[in-house]
């Protein structure tokens, strides 16, 4: 598709277990950004990738939070031994170059749920 | 970092033309972003300021005061689907890539 994809759409898991999202970011597109938006909250900055480098991972709350993006494209985010306060959306962005002035197009995001 | 602040709902009438403001710290700025996000869907880029003044796209236009730390989404003849929370975002700090978003604010059109 044109658009960042992300998978899965919803996820479910229990307090303690592992979760991984994925994210495939627009073709070609240089930089890539996970964020963390609570219900009715703008989205927080976890992570940032240029290419396959991660320049950028002030935002991860804890190190249970862990994202790759080993060739450069495809970018997954994992939780370890998730908590109640890990639910939220978790959207992933990318933009064409690097800078602060490119725009960022978004995927739906994954809303994740821990019970 | 950055700091922005947006109403947090706001009402207009279908047809009618509506103002979201957005203030932000001016240390570090870097031009200016908004986004509108439908429930349940990712947000959308909607423009971006990084001069002073009016800037128009069809029925959405953006301003930017760089010495006020004020912005404005402008939206004229609402329809029942700009219904949305808008965004505005900056980056958090000098040089930065992060984007800082704002809380949204959540539009709701009226018929």
């Known amino acids: 598709g044109a658009g960042v994809s992300q998978s899965p759409r919803y996820k479910v898991a229990k307090r303690g277990q592992d979760v991984a999202l994925r994210c495939d970011p627009i073709?070609?597109?240089?930089?890539l950004f996970w964020y963390q938006q609570a219900l009715g909250q703008g989205p927080e900055f976890l992570t940032y990738f240029q290419n396959e480098a991660q320049l950028d991972k002030s935002g991860l709350p804890s190190d249970r939070f862990f994202a790759e993006r080993p060739e450069g494209s495809v970018s997954t985010l994992k939780i370890q031994r998730t908590q109640q306060e890990d639910s939220a959306v978790y959207l992933c962005?990318?933009?064409?170059?690097?800078?602060?002035?490119?725009?960022?197009?978004f995927g739906d995001g994954t809303r994740l749920s821990i019970l | 970092g950055q700091n922005i602040d947006q109403p947090t709902e706001m009402t207009a009438t279908e047809g009618a033309i509506v103002q979201i403001n957005c203030t932000y710290q001016t240390s570090g700025f870097n031009g200016l972003f908004w986004y509108q996000q439908h429930a349940g869907e990712a947000p959308t880029f909607l423009s971006y300021?990084?001069?002073?003044g009016l800037e128009e796209k069809g029925r959405f236009s953006s301003f930017l005061s760089r010495s006020k730390g004020y912005s404005y989404l402008l939206l004229k003849e609402l329809q029942m689907k700009d219904s949305a929370s808008y965004l505005c975002?900056?980056?958090?700090?000098?040089?930065?890539?992060?984007?800082?978003f704002g809380k949204g604010t959540k539009l709701s059109v009226i018929p």
């Open positions: 073709s070609g597109h240089v930089s």
């Open positions: 975002a900056g980056p958090s700090g000098a040089g930065s890539y992060q984007l800082t």
């Open positions: 300021n990084v001069l002073d």
């Open positions: 962005a990318s933009s064409l170059d690097i800078g602060s002035n490119q725009p960022q197009h």
